[in-house]
């Protein structure tokens, strides 16, 4: 029975989550013409504001280049091909980029890669829905899984071909998930 009070929506990717693992997925999945849509429970203003990690590995900034995301990144970010260690009085530099075969980190912010991921997703016309509150996803072991939300008054009900719970470990996504169904991997490294 369907809920005349609820409006029905359908895309191929709901994604939970406006971090920049989500924002990347909206984007890389919009440019191989995957329709989609962000839902998002902080205002856009929060999200752009919220500070998080600044140095990024090769692989990352790899994949911005080819998501088409990376001018600013180019300009502003910082290479960083090596650090130095000193003990007992005795500095040492590593040469990252000659030990990895070219490789670097580049300081740049996350907070700047989320601003960049908005404003290009927005561009291309991604529906990314800030405020998006009371969501909960539904059969998720199913071929149409379900998200449900609230937006600006709203009650929606949007249908799936996948869900991609981009929320975090604490997300709402993680606890939807069946039981049985949910894998962790894990590495820990013997130092901190």
Known sequence: MIDVGVRQRRTQVGIVGSGPAGLLLARLLDRAGIDCVVLEQRDR?????????????????????????SD???????????????????????DLKALTGGKVVTVY????????????????????????TDVDAQNLDTDQPTLTYTHAGQHYHLTCDFVAGCDGYHGVCRTCIP??????????????
């Open 109 to 132: 912010g996350q907070t700047e890669v989320t601003r960049d991921l908005i404003a290009a997703n927005l561009s291309a016309g991604v529906d990314i829905l800030f405020e998006a």
């Open 179 to 192: 039981s049985g169904k949910i894998n962790e991997y894990e590495r820990a490294y013997p130092f901190a």
């Open 72 to 94: 600013r990144l180019e300009s502003a970010g910082l290479s960083h091909n090596g650090i130095n260690l000193s003990l007992n009085g005795e500095r040492r530099h590593i």
């Open 45 to 69: 203003g929060y999200v752009e504001a919220r500070i998080r990690a600044g140095v990024l590995e090769q692989g990352t900034v790899n994949t911005l280049r080819a998501a088409d995301v």
